[in-house]
């Protein structure tokens, strides 16, 4: 069996794709640095990691840090389910943090479009927040 090679070439769909998405997630939030997302975290915001398991064991954890697989984000977030995070309201700040900084910019624009209006996410993701020097956990693997 002969595996197709990649496309290479725009299709042209026109205003679709993941770097649209992206740009237009952005456009709703007001991202914030490491030392941004410690403050909220000190002030009573949530630091919603939904970094896979095998990252955090591999890279560390924030500590305080509440860890949602993305898989059931939209559940835990949604402030008027019935399998709400406890303590989340929508007026309650919320940073959403990945490794990088992409995947949680999709799942902060999710979460204000769920009735969260205070949610953003960490610019750079858990990769920028360890730069900055910021308390970690140890990484296991």
Request: net charge negative; with cysteine; aromatic share 4%.
């Amino acid at each position: 069996m002969t595996v197709p090679e990649p496309r290479t070439e725009s299709i042209g769909l026109g205003p679709y794709g993941i770097e649209h998405l992206l740009a237009e997630s952005r456009e709703k939030l007001a991202r914030v640095s490491p030392q941004e997302a410690f403050e909220i975290q000190r002030d009573g915001g949530l630091i919603i990691d939904i970094r896979p398991e095998s990252d955090r064991l591999r890279h560390g954890e924030i500590p305080g840090a509440l860890t949602v697989e993305r898989i059931v984000l939209e559940w835990r977030l949604d402030p008027a389910g019935p399998h709400r995070l406890t303590g989340l309201h929508p007026q309650r700040p919320v940073v959403l943090i990945c490794n990088e900084g992409y995947a949680s910019s999709l799942a902060a624009a999710q979460a204000q479009e769920l009735g969260l209006t205070r949610a953003t996410d960490l610019a750079g993701g858990f990769h920028a927040w360890k730069r900055a020097g910021l308390p970690t956990t140890a990484a296991i693997a």
